[in-house]
């Protein structure tokens, strides 16, 4: 990347995400992508596999985070303590993007296919989760159990967290879906 | 279907899980499975769209079963109760399909198309789940949180049921995956 596309990355995310909620994201071509953030398609390549990629190049980034987070959680914290720690490692992350998020969303909303390959993003996530968790010790099936636990209250503290009028931050919003999972499992009452 | 054809759908799904298991899902034809099933292709396409769709078309019973049993528990059970019947409901469905389910998951985990189409049917469970917990009357984000969790014990119960030694039936290592889930979420150490 020369010196001439000061923060073509971020540009090009930028101008995607805005032509995906104008005109739909089948609609919109690369050439068009480039174009908005004032750059060539050759840059838009060197940035980005496809313009599905420009929506999914953060998943990767998000699953090192949060697995980090879980891998250096205190060796006497329990696995879904250590799931804990993930969350708050995560949303301390998100913390700047609600805007850049709530945009996404609405793109991969309205799109089977971007929807499917949000749920495979997820899977991938869940299972890493899984392994860092095993590989703290923790058994086999109770590492899958935390895990997909962990994407779940991940999924329900993010759709949460992007609603419009929703002002409170990430780490909140996961530490209340966090014990309102807890709540359900232990079979309480008190949220029907 | 006429009466020369005797339960020509069953016949086709084991003919192709057979060659499926001995030669690989992508290297065999849909002639092939009609040829083992000693049925024409015409046939093979009268029950099943593709041969990938022999796979997945107990899916959506699957899904039907597990929502109506959810629907039916009693008012007064619980989210995570009204779950458990769900579980009991499919798990006595499964009983005699062990071996079945077995080389069907061969199948699925050699193949990252077909893992990806099993995530998305687990998606559509884990959907449906949601929106009849909803009707049911529990809150938004608790109905979500029940079935993904309910999606992942399904996925941890199915995963031991089908271990090559395992005899216990469906119903009991469900159970045992959720009471371990309940173990892992209130953070006991027992799992460590």
Same mark, same amino acid.
């Given at each position: 990347?020369?010196?001439?596309? $000061? ?10 995400? #805005? ?6 994201? =089948? ?8 174009? &908005?953030?004032? *750059?060539?398609? &050759?840059? +838009? +390549? ?8 420009? *929506? ?17 959680? $205190? !060796?006497?914290?329990? $696995?879904?303590?250590?799931? %804990? ?8 992350? +998100?913390?700047?993007?609600? !805007?850049? /998020?709530?945009? &996404? ?6 799109? $089977? !296919?971007?929807? #499917?390959?949000? *749920? ?12 860092? @968790? ?10 899958? @159990? ?11 503290? +993010? #759709?949460?967290?992007?609603? %419009?009028? =929703? =002002?409170?931050?990430? /780490?909140? @919003? ?14 309480? &009452?008190?949220?029907?």
């Amino acid at each position: 990347m020369g010196r001439w596309e $000061p923060n073509a990355h971020g540009r090009l995310a930028t101008a995607a995400l #805005e032509l995906y909620n104008e005109r739909g994201y =089948e609609q919109t071509t690369v050439a068009e992508i480039a174009g &908005r953030a004032g *750059l060539t398609e &050759r840059t +838009f +390549f060197r940035h980005y596999a496809d313009k599905r990629e420009v *929506l999914f190049a953060g998943s990767g980034e998000l699953q090192e985070l949060f697995v980090r987070a879980v891998a250096d959680a $205190p !060796e006497s914290a329990t $696995p879904i303590d250590a799931l %804990a720690a993930g969350l708050d490692a995560v949303s301390e992350t +998100f913390a700047d993007l609600r !805007e850049y /998020a709530r945009r &996404r969303q609405n793109v991969i909303t309205a799109n $089977p !296919e971007l929807k #499917e390959r949000e *749920l495979i993003k997820l899977a991938s996530i869940s299972a890493a989760l899984a392994d860092t @968790l095993r590989r703290r010790g923790v058994a086999e099936s109770a590492a899958s @159990l935390t895990a997909e636990a962990g994407v779940a209250v991940f999924k329900v503290g +993010f #759709e949460r967290w992007i609603v %419009a009028a =929703e =002002e409170r931050d990430m /780490a909140q @919003l996961m530490r209340e879906s966090l014990d309102e999972l807890k709540a359900v499992i232990v079979g309480g &009452r008190g949220v029907w």
